[in-house]
Structures are given as structure tokens and as C-alpha cells.
């Protein structure tokens, strides 16, 4: 007769093989997708070729983020949102930034002066990410609806609805083209969209809730992606097969990832550490160590973003304050 602790072992391990099977049949559902995606595209534009927007001098990109000052303290304070306050993304020209809440709603604000430029509306629930393409001309909001929208910045109307999540969409990118958008969600998947096509062309099972994504290469060929497992993720966007997983780095959830180009990484946890202390924490993606630690939230931090060139940071604290960082001054 077994023991009640003989009793508890099996269990834990056939608790463990099952979700091996659930883990193992999840990947083998998404790969099945990406297959048939992948075969339909081929026959459909054999003939169509990919027009690619000239890259930035490499030279001209290495001095501009070369001159980044790591800030001390906040030059800049604002109140934007009615509720609470859920992300913030700088546009890709650097005139402006933006942020999403609980108010559902997206505010477009001036870089320079901190007042807000334009509010937008259409979401059903909280908006959980932002981001620009490459040229302004259109913002898209992920929310916890599951879908993630886009907005023309011309028109100030709504563009394009991306439905296919299954839980709630917490982050999501436009590439270097504008021609797709990477989303990850709550249900453990990232997805890559084809705006001109109109459908998610790729799924990608990451194995934790996905709490934030960035691009590690303009075309978005790489995939950054932060996870409630306190792990960080490298991906291959073209096959969906994962790079490099960031073990052991904290003790709680990731939260946000951002990426400025060649020189750091620029991260804020909800930890056991540092627990919900809003503290900035700036990373060198070179050397993998902690360069700076900065206090100047009151609250927990809920999204960070680099100015393109590299001389402002942006950070959002979920009680409705946004901070302006100066990185090009001491």
C-alpha cells in the first residue's frame, strides 16, 4: 500500500508528463499552422518581391547611440490619462510619443512640450501596448479585447482590426516596412501579421505569457519577447524557432523590454527584490550588466521607450505619470 508521500511523488510526476504532452501538442498545432501559411503564401507570390527601405548608415547609427548619457533623474514629469496609465511608445521620427490605458484610449503627446496632440478612441478595453511605423503614419494599440488596432496619424481613424489571439493581447510591434506586426499574448502565443495580406501568417508558442516584445533588427527578423515566467526570449521571426532564452536574470515577471540600437537594454520588473518600487533598471546589451538603477516612479513602471535617436527615454508608471529622461546631457 503506498504512502501519502509515494502518493504525492506520482502524482507530481504524472502531472509533469502531461504537460510535456499539452506543452508537445501545442507546438505541434503551431507548426502545423506556420506550414500551411508558409505553403499557401508560396504558391500565391511566387513572383512578388519584398521592396526594402534603405538602412541606416551603420557608421552614422554607431555615433549617434555612442552618445547616450545614462540620466540621474527625470527632466520632466506629466499626468496624462483619466485611469491608470499602461504603456507609452516614442514615434519613430522622435516629434512625439504616445500612451494607452485603462480609459481606453491612446494620447498622442509632443516630445518637446509634453502637451497632448491628439486623443484616440475604438478600443473596447484597456490599451496594453503602443507602437509607430517607421514613418508616422500609423499607431496600433494592443488591448485586452485580444485584438490589436491601427490608426492612420493623417485621418485619426481606425485602419485595420487584427483578431486571433485567444487571450489578451499585452504587446505589440510594427517592422521596419510597416508591412507586418509582431503581437504577443496572454495565451502564450506570438503572432506575425501581414498588413497587406490581412491574416496572421505565423505562430510561434512561447511556453509562458507574453508580457512584452521588441524588435532586434528593424526588418523584425529577430523577436525580443518578456515573459510572467521571469524569463527573457530570443526568437527567429522566419522559422518561429527560439535563439536564446535568458534564464535567471530576476526573481519576478518581466514587464517591459525595449531595445536602443547597439547600446542598451532598459528593463522593469515586478520582482521579489525591488518589489514594485518603480525603479528604472538600464542594462548594456554588450556586456549583459547593470549600469544604472533609477528611482524616480512612485508606483510600478508599466512601459519604457527610447527617442530614435537615442537623446530621451520615456517611462510610464501605472498611477497615471509619465517621466521624460535626458540622454544626451549630463
Same mark, same amino acid.
Given at each position: 500500500m503506498l504512502t501519502t508521500e509515494e502518493k504525492n511523488k506520482k502524482l507530481t510526476v504524472e502531472n509533469q508528463q502531461l504537460l510535456?504532452?499539452?506543452?508537445?501538442?501545442?507546438?505541434?498545432? &503551431?507548426? +502545423?499552422m506556420n506550414e500551411a501559411t508558409q505553403f499557401?503564401?508560396?504558391? +500565391?507570390?511566387?513572383?512578388?518581391?519584398?521592396?526594402?527601405?534603405?538602412?541606416?548608415? *551603420? #557608421?552614422?547609427?554607431?555615433?549617434?547611440y555612442s552618445s547616450i548619457v545614462l540620466p540621474k533623474r527625470a527632466s520632466k514629469k506629466?499626468?496624462?490619462? $483619466?485611469?491608470?496609465?499602461?504603456?507609452?511608445? &516614442? @514615434?519613430s521620427t522622435g516629434s512625439m510619443f504616445a500612451t494607452g490605458g485603462a480609459?481606453?484610449?491612446?494620447? #498622442?503627446?509632443? &516630445?518637446?512640450?509634453?502637451?497632448?496632440?491628439?486623443?484616440?478612441?475604438?478600443? #473596447?478595453?484597456?490599451?496594453?501596448?503602443?507602437?509607430?511605423?517607421?514613418? $508616422?503614419?500609423?499607431?496600433?494599440?494592443?488591448?485586452?479585447?485580444n485584438a490589436t488596432r491601427i490608426w492612420s496619424l493623417s485621418t485619426h481613424r481606425l485602419k485595420h482590426t487584427l483578431t486571433g489571439h485567444i487571450g489578451k493581447v499585452y504587446a505589440a510591434k510594427f517592422t521596419g516596412d510597416s508591412n507586418k506586426v509582431v503581437s504577443g499574448s496572454h495565451d502564450?502565443?506570438?503572432k506575425i501579421w501581414d498588413l497587406q495580406k490581412g491574416y496572421n501568417i505565423r505562430t510561434i508558442f512561447t511556453f509562458s505569457s507574453c508580457n512584452d516584445v521588441c524588435l532586434m533588427d528593424q526588418d523584425g527578423q529577430t523577436v525580443i519577447s518578456g515573459h510572467l515566467d521571469n524569463n527573457i526570449r530570443l526568437w527567429d521571426a522566419r522559422t518561429g524557432v527560439g535563439i536564446k532564452e535568458l534564464t535567471g536574470i530576476h526573481n519576478g515577471q518581466i514587464t517591459s523590454v525595449s531595445m536602443s540600437f547597439l547600446i542598451h537594454i532598459v528593463m522593469d520588473l515586478i520582482g521579489v527584490v525591488r518589489p514594485l518600487?518603480?525603479?528604472?533598471?538600464?542594462?548594456? @546589451?554588450?556586456?549583459?550588466?547593470?549600469?544604472? *538603477?533609477?528611482?524616480?516612479?512612485s508606483s510600478v513602471?508599466?512601459?519604457?521607450?527610447? @527617442?530614435?535617436?537615442g537623446d530621451h527615454l520615456y517611462s510610464a508608471e501605472k498611477n497615471k505619470i509619465v517621466c521624460i529622461w535626458n540622454t544626451s546631457v549630463v
Amino acid at each position: 500500500m503506498l504512502t501519502t508521500e509515494e502518493k504525492n511523488k506520482k502524482l507530481t510526476v504524472e502531472n509533469q508528463q502531461l504537460l510535456d504532452r499539452w506543452i508537445n501538442k501545442m507546438n505541434e498545432e &503551431a507548426e +502545423k499552422m506556420n506550414e500551411a501559411t508558409q505553403f499557401y503564401e508560396t504558391q +500565391k507570390s511566387l513572383k512578388q518581391s519584398r521592396k526594402k527601405s534603405s538602412p541606416l548608415n *551603420s #557608421l552614422e547609427k554607431s555615433y549617434r547611440y555612442s552618445s547616450i548619457v545614462l540620466p540621474k533623474r527625470a527632466s520632466k514629469k506629466i499626468n496624462v490619462h $483619466d485611469a491608470e496609465t499602461h504603456c507609452i511608445s &516614442a @514615434s519613430s521620427t522622435g516629434s512625439m510619443f504616445a500612451t494607452g490605458g485603462a480609459d481606453k484610449k491612446i494620447k #498622442l503627446i509632443d &516630445a518637446k512640450t509634453g502637451h497632448i496632440i491628439q486623443t484616440l478612441s475604438g478600443s #473596447l478595453q484597456t490599451i496594453t501596448s503602443i507602437s509607430f511605423n517607421s514613418t $508616422d503614419e500609423m499607431v496600433l494599440g494592443s488591448c485586452t479585447d485580444n485584438a490589436t488596432r491601427i490608426w492612420s496619424l493623417s485621418t485619426h481613424r481606425l485602419k485595420h482590426t487584427l483578431t486571433g489571439h485567444i487571450g489578451k493581447v499585452y504587446a505589440a510591434k510594427f517592422t521596419g516596412d510597416s508591412n507586418k506586426v509582431v503581437s504577443g499574448s496572454h495565451d502564450r502565443t506570438l503572432k506575425i501579421w501581414d498588413l497587406q495580406k490581412g491574416y496572421n501568417i505565423r505562430t510561434i508558442f512561447t511556453f509562458s505569457s507574453c508580457n512584452d516584445v521588441c524588435l532586434m533588427d528593424q526588418d523584425g527578423q529577430t523577436v525580443i519577447s518578456g515573459h510572467l515566467d521571469n524569463n527573457i526570449r530570443l526568437w527567429d521571426a522566419r522559422t518561429g524557432v527560439g535563439i536564446k532564452e535568458l534564464t535567471g536574470i530576476h526573481n519576478g515577471q518581466i514587464t517591459s523590454v525595449s531595445m536602443s540600437f547597439l547600446i542598451h537594454i532598459v528593463m522593469d520588473l515586478i520582482g521579489v527584490v525591488r518589489p514594485l518600487d518603480g525603479s528604472l533598471h538600464i542594462w548594456n @546589451s554588450r556586456t549583459g550588466k547593470l549600469e544604472r *538603477s533609477i528611482t524616480e516612479h512612485s508606483s510600478v513602471i508599466c512601459g519604457v521607450s527610447w @527617442s530614435p535617436n537615442g537623446d530621451h527615454l520615456y517611462s510610464a508608471e501605472k498611477n497615471k505619470i509619465v517621466c521624460i529622461w535626458n540622454t544626451s546631457v549630463v
